[in-house]
Nanobody, 127 residues
Framework: QVQLVESGGGLVQTGGSLRLSCAAS????????MAWFRQALGKEREFVAA????????DYADSVKGRFTISRDNAKNSVSLQMNSLRPEDTALYYC????????????????????WGQGTQVTVSS
């Protein structure tokens, strides 16, 4: 079945780094834009980063630009999020998500445009 499984979360100090990974299965991974979202306790889910199916296009939330990097390996059906210079406000449950449409020409940044989600991986940044 269609599945996304995140890994790599954990506890890190301010200024530290983590690398999140998302393993996809059950669909043609290389045909879909993939994204990372996050949800902090008591807040709405928010867009973090996305990468097009071809890996030629990326987009980032302003809050993470210059610190986070999204990448994908279509041969391994995986998407990653390298997070550097982490801050306490980055603390959240991070979700991997798949675009609802194949071969999208634009990077989408709203959760409603993604229809497959992983279970999430917790990132906690201590001050």
């Amino acid at each position: 079945q269609v599945q996304l499984v995140e890994s790599g979360g954990g506890l890190v100090q301010t200024g530290g780094s983590l690398r999140l990974s998302c393993a996809a299965s059950g669909f043609t991974f290389g045909a879909y834009t993939m994204a990372w979202f996050r949800q902090a306790l008591g807040k709405e889910r928010e867009f973090v980063a996305a990468i097009t199916w071809s890996a030629l296009g990326t987009d980032y939330a302003d809050s993470v630009k210059g610190r986070f990097t999204i990448s994908r390996d279509n041969a391994k059906n995986s998407v990653s999020l390298q997070m550097n210079s982490l801050r306490p406000e980055d603390t959240a449950l991070y979700y991997c998500a798949r675009d609802a449409r194949r071969f999208s020409r634009v990077v989408k940044t709203t959760a409603a445009q993604y229809n497959v989600w992983g279970q999430g991986t917790q990132v906690t940044v201590s001050s």
